[in-house]
Each structure stands twice: as structure tokens, then as C-alpha cells.
């Protein structure tokens, strides 16, 4: 996959228009193997199907990375081989935990402080070790914090050097927490480590006030987050993109115009390798 390359979440509602649509589309797309794993009959001959004409990469969903309940051992496996069977090349999952005794089916924040990073890096290790491969993890958007001894930026780093893992950058969640926590966007990039960086987010949100904005995924792409796409890409060189859309689908064809956006945007940018 190239460093230009942009791509669509991967959604059973957007399977039939995505079989139906012309290649060249998308350059590749991003599935939850949660959504996939264990699942047969026609939905796992599609997903076959597709695959074997747009190459995959997966974000997943429930590996709770800082939780305190013990990893999945079972689960891990099953997410193994489902990245070896699809030969994805890029696997990531959330900076954040999502059980206690149970799925919570939520991505809740962690403490940004030195505990939770030795914490949250040895579980990544773990987890790196189990799938046989390295993982990024994505920054997430919160709305509160347990606990800030240390910027969120600096917990990030702190997290993929410890760790020694990657980074899946999402650029929604940078806006969405630069408007509802008072920071600046453009100083959150400059402090990130960008060789890191092997992957961007863009989404949509809701702007619930001037100073609160919602991640929803179920809107476009919003004009600030094009252009602190724009802005990253400047300041790291261009990174395989995906537009990610949860619910309140617009018909394919405006979901790939969203990707042709960023897909130009990342064959403008200057740097990395085309």
C-alpha cells in the first residue's frame, strides 16, 4: 500500500454498493475484525470477494488495550488468523479500554500518567507478540479525562516509545479535542512523533456548540478537519487515509467523493513515497 493511498471503512451496509461499484474507487479498505470473525455463509463470501480486489487493513474494536481485565487470549488468536488469511498488512486498535467484566461497548479514556503507560505499553506488547506483528494504536476523543499528570500529547509519545508500536493517527479526534479541551491542533501535530505515524482517520462530528463538537461518524467530513489533513500531511509527509462513516449513509457515491478529496489532498502533499 502506498503512502498516498485512500480508503473507506468497510461496512455491511455499504457491502452491495461497494460490489457493485467500479474499481478504482478506493484503494483500499479498512473492516473491524470483530464484524467479521466467526461470521459465514454469504456475508463471508463477500467479504472474500471484495477482498480479492481491494486490499484490506483492520481497526479493531474490543481489545480494551488499557483495560485492567486480563487480554482474550482466544479472541487474539482468531484476530491472527483472520490478518493472516486477508494478508493485512496494517492493524490498529484504540488508545483507550472498553471492558470491565464485560465489553462496555464504549472507547473510554485513560489516565494520561506514567502508571498508565507502563501499564497500557506492556499489554500492547503482549498483544504484538500474540498477532506476531507490530500494531498502531489511534488516538481517541474524550470528552473527560480520570486524571492529566502529563499533556495528552506526551502520554501519546510516551505510549509508542515504551510500547514500541505505531501510530493511527485520526485527525477528527484532534479537532474534536483541540475545540472541547482548549488546545491547539496544530501544536498537538508538531509534538507528535511522526515516523510513527502509519495511518490517518478523517471522519465526521457534530458541532454541538462553539465549544463542544461530538464524534459521531455519522456525518461528512466537516472543512476543518480536510484542512488539518492538509496540515499533517505538510508537516509529515502523506500516510494511508480512510473515511470512516458509521450510520446515516449517504449513497457511494458521495462517500467516494470524500475519499477523492482526501486522495487529492495526500498526491499534493509533499514527501513521502508516492
Not at 32 to 56: D, K, M, S, Y
Not at 252 to 259: H, K
Request: proline share 6%.
Amino acid at each position: 500500500m502506498t503512502a498516498r493511498a485512500a480508503g473507506l471503512g468497510l461496512r455491511r451496509a455499504l457491502m452491495a454498493q461497494l460490489r457493485d461499484a467500479p474499481d478504482g474507487g478506493v484503494d483500499f479498505l479498512e473492516c473491524a475484525p470483530e464484524n467479521w470473525i466467526g461470521v459465514g455463509g454469504r456475508w463471508r463470501e463477500q467479504l472474500r470477494e471484495l477482498a480479492a480486489r481491494v486490499p484490506l487493513t483492520c481497526h479493531g474494536l474490543s481489545l480494551s488495550l488499557g483495560g485492567a481485565d486480563p487480554l482474550d487470549r482466544t479472541h487474539l488468536r482468531r484476530v491472527r488468523a483472520f490478518l493472516d488469511e486477508y494478508d493485512v498488512a496494517l492493524y490498529s486498535e484504540h488508545l483507550s479500554y472498553s471492558s470491565d467484566g464485560g465489553q462496555l461497548y464504549d472507547l473510554l479514556p485513560l489516565p494520561f500518567t506514567e502508571e498508565a503507560v507502563a501499564h497500557v505499553a506492556a499489554r500492547i506488547g503482549a498483544v504484538q507478540d500474540a498477532l506476531g506483528r507490530r500494531i498502531a494504536v489511534e488516538n481517541v476523543s474524550y470528552y473527560a479525562a480520570p486524571f492529566q499528570a502529563m499533556d495528552e500529547r506526551d502520554f501519546i509519545g510516551a505510549v509508542l516509545a515504551e510500547a514500541d508500536c505505531d501510530l493511527l493517527l485520526d485527525v477528527n479526534n484532534v479537532v474534536v479535542n483541540a475545540t472541547n479541551h482548549g488546545y491547539d491542533a496544530d501544536a498537538f501535530l508538531r509534538a507528535l512523533p511522526g515516523p510513527r505515524i502509519v495511518g490517518l482517520h478523517v471522519a465526521g462530528h457534530h458541532d454541538e456548540a462553539p465549544d463542544l463538537k461530538i464524534d459521531t461518524h455519522g456525518a461528512p467530513v466537516a472543512d476543518p478537519v480536510y484542512a488539518l489533513l492538509e496540515r499533517a500531511c505538510a508537516l509529515f509527509g502523506p500516510r494511508p487515509t480512510v473515511v470512516e462513516r458509521d450510520f446515516d449513509y449517504p449513497p457511494l457515491a458521495d462517500l467516494l467523493a470524500e475519499v477523492a478529496r482526501v486522495r487529492a489532498i495526500l498526491r499534493t502533499a509533499p514527501g513521502g513515497h508516492a
